[in-house]
């Protein structure tokens, strides 16, 4: 087999973690690939028949590859290397590498990627791999490989490990019988993972109120009232003397699972949700039935091997227990997390706001042309024209009497709101409320179209102020989601996404386009046609959040948005840290992470997504400018460098790059 036959097996391979240098595949995702018969023909060539070997590691663009064992591949989260062996066919040479009574040996990370679909595990290696995402432990790329490095991050991140997966759990009623409930609750150095969700959505700036029931050691209460916000705990081991209070949100975070009796469990719930004004966060561990399989049984759940008791959920079972227990239907905001609204206008300005285009308006005044009387009247009651038109502009439509703090004086003076609302429509605010108009209606069309996903709420539901804008802009909600249904429909064709992409380029003030792609910084997306917004609303379904990257990369043609992460994106030349690709018609996301930071590709022209007042924006263009004069980049284009390529442009330069400026060593 000759090298260029070697890379064309090793990208027909059906799966694989894919490294910016290396593909790692479980063998039992090669058995029916011809590399099984060349792996299998290296060893008997270097007398390595008795190699024991479980994972393969093929170089990209080069003929290597590796021999890796991880003994406890299948029953171990990130299993430690015990051995490898290195072959370079290039230069004819190998290495075997003993990690066997290393303190600090390599592990791994992501086996779902490894595996085909139909791998016995590859749920719970999913479920694994989630679980490390929501905790943030792969934030600190650098550390990871190894095992002391993930240890201390576990650590510091507030969770630790029981039985191969992440623990951290708080009680709800005193230790019974030989069940250590006490144990569950850690220490820790960082917002938990359903509070870190909280923050995202907005509910951590002070407004709101929150009560941790069964809060552990209490830390997410210290982090919170250290930062201002009115919280309260309570927990019967640690803080057992606490006063059970109402609050804004209730967070019930890791405690169900500890609960071994179900009646109690029930009991739990409940008591939480009525301390809740307006939601209720709930999370709990997940686990497939092969995982839970390898413990011993007690009542419906487990005891683990430090005598705890676990009650794994999947979670399609968390979200039918809350529904059975509280008879409402939860919304899914992370894996093992859900949030119930007992204030449904709450949950639909939370739905609503989640896929709002965000829009500033003009301060400036704008008066219907004078007429004699008419012209006086609106002269002498400037301020109130004013502030109604305000008030106009920002709903899109004409006010209803509880959206307008003068009303009485509105009907005094003009006679009623229609009134004033068509002579203001007559003048240049007609223009600015139309454009508000048509942006509400995209906006709905957006929350709508996205609400498929989930279960569309009922129209008796919505806030009164929803109920308005629907029945001026749509007539009818079932007009309203017909309509949507058709956008999310038109996600499906490549032309009209063409199309909407060719009108986002033209209008966003920041992005590329290169004819297959359209990329943006994701503070923009709120402001691409509404057919793009859906589009990579769809994928985020997914993904999660998009403002949790730095830029974002529509597809064209093959129905795919990649998220991408950056280590500084502030920096002159940013790192790529993560890439998230969503597939959306076959439904699967492709990530690829950058552990090695000395291996990360740097983000040339970065100039192209910025806006002209953004911070350094002159310094940016000067470099960018500079480096293409060198022909290390070009304008309009993606510019897609390896770090090696890099590292060699600026080692043939004798260039080096600090701040904005480029120096010659």
Same mark, same amino acid.
């Given at each position: 087999?000759?090298?260029?036959?070697?890379?064309?097996?090793?990208?027909?391979?059906?799966?694989?973690?894919?490294? =910016?240098?290396?593909?790692?595949?479980?063998?039992?995702?090669?058995?029916?690939?011809?590399?099984?018969?060349?792996?299998?023909?290296?060893?008997?060539?270097?007398?390595?028949?008795?190699?024991?070997?479980?994972?393969?590691?093929?170089?990209?663009?080069?003929?290597?590859?590796?021999?890796?064992?991880?003994?406890?591949?299948? &029953?171990?989260?990130?299993?430690?290397?015990?051995?490898?062996?290195?072959?370079?066919?290039?230069?004819?040479?190998?290495?075997?590498?003993?990690?066997?009574?290393?303190?600090?040996? =390599?592990?791994?990370?992501?086996?779902?990627?490894?595996?085909?679909?139909?791998?016995?595990?590859?749920?719970?290696?999913?479920?694994?791999?989630?679980?490390?995402?929501?905790?943030?432990?792969?934030?600190?790329?650098?550390?990871?490989?190894?095992?002391?490095?993930?240890?201390?991050?576990?650590?510091?991140?507030?969770?630790?490990?029981?039985?191969?997966?992440?623990?951290?759990?708080?009680?709800?009623?005193?230790?019974?019988?030989?069940?250590?409930?006490?144990?569950?609750?850690?220490?820790?150095?960082?917002?938990?993972?359903?509070?870190?969700?909280?923050?995202?959505?907005?509910?951590?700036?002070?407004?709101? /109120?929150?009560?941790?029931?069964?809060?552990?050691?209490?830390?997410?209460?210290?982090?919170?009232?250290?930062?201002?916000?009115?919280?309260?705990?309570?927990?019967?081991?640690?803080?057992?003397?606490?006063?059970?209070?109402?609050?804004?949100?209730?967070?019930?975070?890791?405690?169900?699972?500890?609960?071994?009796?179900?009646?109690?469990?029930?009991?739990?719930?409940?008591?939480?949700?009525?301390?809740?004004?307006?939601?209720?966060?709930?999370?709990?561990?997940?686990?497939?039935?092969?995982?839970?399989?390898?413990?011993?049984?007690?009542?419906?759940?487990?005891?683990? /091997?430090?005598?705890?008791?676990?009650?794994?959920?999947?979670?399609?079972?968390?979200?039918?227990?809350?529904?059975?227990?509280?008879?409402?239907?939860?919304?899914?905001?992370?894996?093992?997390?859900?949030?119930?609204?007992?204030?449904?206008?709450?949950?639909?300005?939370?739905?609503?706001?989640?896929?709002?285009?965000?829009?500033?308006?003009?301060?400036?005044?704008?008066?219907?042309?004078?007429?004699?009387?008419?012209?006086?009247?609106?002269?002498?009651?400037?301020?109130?024209?004013?502030?109604?038109?305000?008030?106009?502009?920002?709903?899109?439509?004409?006010?209803?009497?509880?959206?307008?703090?003068?009303?009485?004086?509105?009907?005094?003076?003009?006679?009623?709101?229609?009134?004033?609302?068509?002579?203001?429509?007559?003048?240049?605010?007609?223009?600015?409320?139309?454009?508000?108009?048509?942006?509400?209606?995209?906006?709905?069309?957006?929350?709508?179209?996205?609400?498929?996903?989930?279960?569309?709420?009922?129209?008796?539901?919505?806030?009164?102020?929803?109920?308005?804008?629907?029945?001026?802009?749509?007539?009818?909600?079932?007009?309203?989601?017909?309509?949507?249904? /058709?956008?999310?429909?038109?996600?499906?064709?490549?032309?009209?996404?063409?199309?909407?992409?060719?009108?986002?380029?033209?209008?966003? =003030?920041?992005?590329?386009?290169?004819?297959?792609?359209?990329?943006?910084?994701?503070?923009?997306?709120?402001?691409?046609?509404?057919?793009?917004?859906?589009?990579?609303?769809?994928?985020?379904?997914?993904?999660?959040?998009?403002?949790?990257?730095?830029?974002?990369?529509?597809?064209?043609?093959?129905?795919?948005?990649?998220?991408?992460?950056?280590?500084?994106?502030?920096?002159?030349?940013?790192?790529?840290?993560?890439?998230?690709?969503?597939?959306?018609?076959?439904?699967?996301?492709?990530?690829?992470?950058?552990?090695?930071?000395?291996?990360?590709?740097?983000?040339?022209?970065?100039?192209?997504?910025?806006? /002209?007042?953004?911070?350094?924006?002159?310094?940016?263009?000067?470099?960018?400018?500079?480096?293409?004069?060198?022909?290390?980049?070009?304008?309009? &284009?993606?510019?897609?460098?390896?770090?090696?390529?890099?590292?060699?442009?600026?080692?043939?330069?004798?260039?080096?790059?600090?701040?904005?400026?480029?120096?010659?060593?």
């Amino acid at each position: 087999m000759n090298p260029n036959e070697f890379q064309a097996l090793v990208k027909s391979l059906p799966t694989g973690k894919s490294t =910016p240098k290396a593909i790692y595949v479980h063998e039992s995702a090669i058995h029916e690939n011809k590399l099984l018969v060349f792996l299998e023909t290296i060893l008997s060539a270097l007398k390595q028949n008795d190699l024991k070997w479980n994972v393969a590691k093929f170089a990209k663009g080069s003929f290597q590859l590796s021999y890796l064992f991880y003994p406890e591949f299948e &029953t171990t989260a990130y299993p430690s290397l015990e051995h490898s062996l290195y072959v370079d066919l290039d230069k004819n040479s190998f290495k075997l590498n003993d990690y066997s009574k290393a303190t600090n040996p =390599p592990i791994l990370h992501r086996k779902e990627q490894m595996v085909l679909p139909e791998h016995p595990n590859f749920e719970d290696f999913k479920l694994t791999t989630e679980e490390g995402v929501s905790a943030g432990l792969y934030e600190n790329g650098a550390a990871i490989g190894f095992k002391l490095g993930w240890l201390s991050i576990i650590e510091a991140a507030g969770y630790e490990l029981v039985d191969g997966r992440l623990f951290r759990s708080s009680m709800v009623t005193p230790a019974k019988g030989s069940i250590d409930r006490h144990k569950t609750a850690i220490s820790r150095q960082s917002l938990s993972s359903p509070m870190k969700l909280l923050q995202r959505y907005g509910y951590l700036e002070g407004q709101f /109120s929150i009560f941790d029931y069964g809060c552990g050691l209490g830390d997410d209460l210290a982090e919170l009232q250290a930062n201002g916000i009115n919280a309260n705990g309570w927990d019967p081991n640690f803080l057992p003397n606490e006063d059970l209070v109402s609050a804004d949100i209730v967070n019930l975070g890791f405690v169900l699972n500890v609960i071994e009796d179900v009646a109690e469990r029930v009991n739990a719930l409940q008591r939480a949700f009525d301390l809740a004004e307006k939601l209720i966060v709930i999370s709990c561990m997940l686990a497939s039935e092969s995982f839970i399989a390898g413990f011993k049984p007690f009542k419906d759940g487990v005891i683990t /091997s430090n005598n705890t008791f676990q009650k794994y959920f999947t979670q399609t079972e968390l979200k039918t227990f809350v529904q059975d227990v509280l008879e409402d239907e939860p919304i899914t905001l992370g894996s093992g997390i859900v949030v119930v609204f007992k204030c449904k206008e709450e949950q639909q300005q939370f739905l609503l706001g989640k896929h709002r285009r965000i829009r500033s308006w003009s301060s400036s005044t704008m008066r219907t042309p004078r007429k004699s009387k008419l012209d006086r009247l609106l002269e002498d009651n400037d301020l109130l024209v004013q502030e109604f038109t305000k008030a106009a502009i920002e709903l899109g439509r004409c006010p209803a009497d509880d959206e307008f703090s003068d009303s009485a004086l509105v009907k005094e003076v003009f006679g009623s709101f229609k009134k004033l609302f068509n002579l203001i429509c007559k003048g240049e605010g007609g223009d600015r409320i139309e454009d508000s108009a048509k942006a509400k209606r995209e906006d709905y069309l957006v929350y709508l179209a996205l609400e498929k996903f989930s279960q569309r709420k009922k129209y008796k539901s919505l806030p009164e102020e929803h109920k308005r804008d629907i029945k001026v802009f749509f007539q009818t909600y079932t007009n309203a989601c017909l309509q949507a249904e /058709s956008l999310l429909f038109d996600i499906a064709n490549p032309e009209l996404i063409r199309r909407a992409a060719e009108e986002a380029y033209a209008a966003l =003030p920041a992005s590329m386009f290169d004819g297959d792609c359209l990329i943006m910084m994701s503070c923009y997306v709120s402001l691409l046609p509404s057919l793009l917004r859906v589009y990579v609303g769809a994928a985020s379904h997914m993904f999660g959040d998009w403002e949790e990257a730095d830029l974002v990369k529509v597809h064209l043609d093959s129905g795919k948005v990649s998220f991408l992460v950056y280590d500084d994106f502030s920096a002159p030349v940013p790192h790529l840290k993560e890439r998230i690709k969503v597939r959306l018609a076959e439904q699967e996301i492709d990530y690829f992470d950058y552990v090695n930071t000395r291996r990360r590709p740097p983000l040339l022209g970065r100039s192209q997504y910025l806006e /002209s007042n953004f911070d350094n924006y002159d310094k940016q263009l000067g470099l960018d400018r500079r480096l293409a004069a060198l022909g290390m980049l070009k304008f309009q &284009t993606e510019n897609l460098t390896s770090r090696g390529e890099w590292e060699s442009f600026l080692d043939r330069n004798n260039i080096t790059i600090r701040g904005f400026r480029i120096f010659r060593v």
